[in-house]
């Protein structure tokens, strides 16, 4: 018998936080309001009634992947008399994040979307600032002329392409074995061999 949340006054975070679990447990493809209903114990017209569709709520939680993401990267402290070690540690974060929340990493860069919402436009934008800000710095300690906004493209390509390769191949798995190295130790590697 299903529990009566409906009326418990925090339902839509309920929900969200329902919508999360499933994510992380079934990921996209399998995702659907019906079960999301289930895991918050509410029928599923209560579900509907906070959302529209499933798009919506995969948008919002593509928006709190961002958010998350943006947070671990600002938790990395900027260091003046060691940017490569700053630099290498952004980088690491956004790796270990794919690796750790691949459900959530898949949603928020291989979903394309026709029309955002200014929700996710944004958690995007912020997240993104944080590693221009950080190449900004990188760049700046390091008396580099390189233009900040280039280079933020080229980290975020490695960084990004390291990712998808990992959670889409076994290649720098067997690799980092081939060298001794686990997967973080070689994203290590070669994140020090672009500075």
Same mark, same amino acid.
């Given at each position: 018998?299903?529990?009566? +949340?409906? @009326?418990? %006054?925090?339902?839509?975070n309920s929900i969200i936080k329902s919508c999360h679990k499933l994510l992380q447990k079934k990921g996209v493809t399998d995702f659907s309001l019906r079960e #999301?209903? +289930?895991? $918050?114990?509410? $029928?599923?017209?209560? #579900?509907? /009634? @906070?959302?529209? @569709?499933?798009? *919506?709520?995969? *948008?919002?939680?593509?928006? !709190? %992947?961002?958010? /998350?993401?943006?947070?671990?990267q600002k938790k990395v402290s900027k260091d003046s008399?060691?940017?490569? *070690? =700053?630099?290498?540690?952004? %980088?690491?974060?956004? !790796?270990?994040?794919?690796?750790?929340?691949?459900? =959530?990493?898949?949603?928020?860069?291989? +979903?394309? /979307?026709?029309?955002?919402?200014?929700?996710?436009?944004?958690?995007?934008?912020r997240s993104y600032a944080v590693l221009v800000h950080g190449c900004r710095f990188y760049l700046k300690t390091k008396k580099r002329k390189e233009n900040h906004r280039s280079f933020a493209l080229m980290a975020w390509s490695l960084v990004h392409g390291f990712s998808n390769l990992s959670l889409e191949t076994n290649f720098p798995e067997t690799e %980092?074995?081939?060298m001794d190295q686990s997967q973080i130790q070689l994203a290590e590697t070669i994140l020090r061999y672009s500075i």
């Open positions: 018998m299903k529990k009566n +949340t409906y @009326h418990h %006054g925090d339902l839509k #999301v209903a +289930t895991l $918050s114990g509410v $029928s599923h017209a209560a #579900v509907y /009634r @906070h959302f529209q @569709h499933k798009d *919506e709520v995969l *948008e919002i939680l593509s928006s !709190i %992947g961002f958010d /998350r993401l943006k947070s671990l008399k060691n940017p490569d *070690e =700053y630099f290498v540690k952004l %980088g690491l974060v956004y !790796i270990q994040f794919a690796l750790k929340n691949p459900n =959530y990493y898949k949603l928020m860069f291989q +979903t394309k /979307r026709e029309k955002e919402s200014n929700q996710l436009k944004q958690s995007k934008l %980092g074995k081939r």
